[in-house]
């Protein structure tokens, strides 16, 4: 969260969610900064909370900290995120293919 705002990574920048997204652990985490966990369990992010796309929360300086002291080196086309989502739930969005959680559909690359 920044400025009360869920922030999201893309192509390495950090900008607003558009809308929801949905984590590999099956967690979903709405614009307004609400996160709804697989077991239903609902939680609020608060200012300078960051979860990453497999549901694990931290502190986002730090987890920025880490990804730019990453000790492996990238190359440009693999530093690139690939976006995913279901055709018929545009808010269930993912890095990696796999299936809708909601219908089981596969995820389409955007």
Do not use: F, R, W
Request: with cysteine.
């Amino acid at each position: 969260m920044k400025d009360g705002k869920m922030m999201c990574m893309m192509d390495g920048k950090t900008m607003p969610m558009e809308k929801d997204m949905t984590m590999k652990n099956g967690t979903i985490c709405m614009v307004n900064g609400e996160c709804v966990m697989k077991d239903g369990k609902k939680m609020q992010m608060k200012e300078g909370q960051c979860m990453d796309m497999n549901g694990k929360m931290d502190n986002c300086a730090k987890m920025h900290k880490d990804m730019k002291t990453s000790s492996h080196k990238k190359t440009h086309k693999n530093h690139m995120a690939m976006t995913y989502s279901c055709p018929m739930h545009s808010e269930v969005m993912s890095d990696k293919a796999g299936k809708c959680p909601k219908c089981g559909m596969d995820l389409v690359e955007k």
